[in-house]
């Protein structure tokens, strides 16, 4: 007799890349989490309306989008590692909240999968978003091996925010 079927973790963040969890995190012990397979998941998009305090602005939560798809990583995990997961997601960046995506797979599958989101603020963070958060999301790409396309556009948008928040503090002043 087997045990429970593995769960399907779907990864779009900072857990891509176990080296940005341990700058995060210094002596952390993380698990070793399989690499997993990389996934489009299906009619979500970032969006950039929770504050946290420890990343310095607002940090990126999971909404729906039709028609918008999103890379990241699809790992299978055992159902007695899902509360450890649950934890580093927490802890790195807020993201307590669990939700269904939908991923397509490299062969065409299109499969459910979980993941981990910061919950919507209410009202939703106004401040400037955090420069610390959008350069690790485009290093956390690169670590992971996603495409170079995806890579190639976090690390414009990274550029594009620290451009865009530095002109609108220059204008203040």
Do not use: K
């Not at 420069?131 to 550029?159: G, I, K, S, Y």
């Amino acid at each position: 007799m087997s045990g429970p079927a593995p769960l399907p973790w779907f990864t779009f963040s900072l857990t891509l890349a176990p080296d940005l969890v341990r700058e995060r995190l210094p002596g952390a012990a993380l698990p070793a989490w399989p690499e997993g397979e990389v996934v489009e998941a299906l009619d979500v998009e970032p969006r950039y309306d929770v504050e946290v305090p420890a990343w310095g602005g607002r940090v990126a939560r999971l909404v729906n989008a039709p028609g918008q798809r999103l890379t990241g990583r699809l790992r299978a995990l055992p159902a007695s590692g899902w509360p450890e997961v649950a934890e580093w997601e927490a802890r790195l960046v807020g993201a307590t909240f669990e939700r269904p995506v939908r991923v397509r797979t490299a062969s065409g599958s299109v499969i459910p999968a979980r993941t981990f989101t910061p919950p919507a603020s209410s009202p939703p963070a106004t401040g400037p978003v955090s420069e610390a958060f959008v350069l690790a999301l485009a290093r956390a790409a690169e670590q992971a091996r996603l495409p170079a396309d995806v890579v190639t556009r976090l690390q414009a948008e990274a550029r594009l925010v620290q451009l865009v928040q530095r002109a609108q503090a220059e204008r203040l002043r």
